[in-house]
């Protein structure tokens, strides 16, 4: 017996010695030092001797499992090194490859025209003011002079919520009423403010009208404010906008929140005022509807249309996009295509 662990000793070493990686370094120890493995075996028929020889048996096949298990230890950390490098050697990462670009979003066109909006009349002296979106009829008609059953509530086909009385904003006018409210202090203080933001009409959408789009609404209330002013301010915006030599002209028009009103009208900046495709060959594009705010409205707003007056415009972001970039159908603005949008 002592023979046969002898050279079972001898084999197992040579085994190991062999053993190039993690699977056959298992392998090894169960066939040897395993439950069932050879070693095992061995020691555990000792008893099986005569009893004068078990001791020394017993002994050497004790020696030669620890020897066996410290020979098992030594391979198997060479083996993981090895896997180790390895690993390291195919997975080598190349530092002087390119990065993976990270993709970054872009403005919307509208967002750009507003950042626009907002540097051109902050630096006139106006003050940004956000008002709600969801509206109360009284606030989008009846505080500005617009009673129910007016033919000019025809032309703002109203999106209804189930609160009754509650609606979403037509127009950004309502915030006329709101800003003179909160800012005016009883009537007591002049203002300037824009009013952006998105509105809502229950239109037929086509390429040339959708039923929400944003506006971007003026409010002055203050001592001496008259027409001239108006027409000063609005210019002064257009030469900022479209470029110092923008000609104006000024049409008559009606709003029942002002009086008078006018439809702001800046010479084509495509053709000059020789007639384009863009212009419809008339040289002139709206770009506003205004006028000095109605004694009613001043009223509603907290202020005494006898001391105090103002005036107001409404102007469409989207149509000056439009205008800028040659585009030709508004329903893109809202259909987050990325092909129209990544061209901003
Ligand atoms: N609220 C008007 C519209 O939506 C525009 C406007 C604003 C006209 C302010 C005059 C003064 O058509």
């Known amino acids: 017996m002592l023979e046969q662990l002898e050279a079972l000793y001898k084999e197992a070493l040579a085994e190991i010695e062999n053993v190039q990686n993690t ?29 004068e020889e078990r001791a020394a048996f017993g002994q050497r096949a004790n020696t030669i499992k620890e020897a066996l298990t410290e020979a098992f230890a030594a391979r198997e950390k060479a083996v993981q090194d090895a896997e180790l490098a390895q690993d ?30 907002y540097r051109i009349w902050g630096d006139m002296g106006f003050l940004v003011y956000r008002s709600r979106d969801v509206e109360t009829d009284e606030m989008n008609f009846s505080l500005l002079n617009i009673p129910e059953h007016h033919p000019a509530r025809d032309m703002q086909d109203t999106f209804y919520t189930t609160e009754p009385g509650v609606i979403l904003r037509t127009h950004t006018s309502p915030g ?24 809502y009409r229950n239109e037929q959408v086509t390429s040339r009208s959708e039923m929400q789009f944003h506006q971007l609404e003026g409010v002055v209330v203050g001592k001496n404010i008259r027409m001239s002013d108006l027409k000063g301010t609005v210019t002064e915006f257009a030469r900022r906008m479209f470029g110092k030599n923008a000609r104006m002209r000024f049409r008559a028009s009606y709003f029942p929140f002002t009086e008078p009103s006018m439809e702001v009208d800046v010479e084509c900046f495509l053709c000059g005022g020789d007639g ?24 509603n707003g907290g202020y005494d249309p006898t001391v105090w007056s103002g005036f107001a415009f409404g102007m469409g972001p989207e149509r000056m996009t439009i205008l800028k970039h040659g585009i030709n159908d508004i329903r893109l603005f809202w259909s987050n295509d990325l092909r129209f949008l990544e061209q901003f």
Not at 24 to 48: C, P
């Open 176 to 199: 006329q009423i709101r800003s003179m409210r909160e800012l005016g202090q009883n009537g007591t203080q002049p203002i300037r403010v824009i009013l952006p933001g998105m509105c």
């Open 23 to 51: 699977e056959a370094l298992h392998e090894w120890e169960i066939k040897y030092l395993g439950k069932k493995g050879s070693v095992t075996l061995m020691l555990r028929s000792t008893g099986q001797l005569p009893k």
């Open 88 to 117: 390291l050697e195919a997975g080598e990462v190349d530092v002087t490859l390119p990065g993976r670009p990270q993709p970054t979003g872009g403005l919307h066109p509208s967002t750009q025209t507003f950042r626009e909006l």
């Open 276 to 299: 384009c495709k863009m212009c419809k060959y008339s040289g002139w594009l709206e770009i506003a509807g205004s006028g000095m705010m109605h004694p009613v409205v001043l009223r």
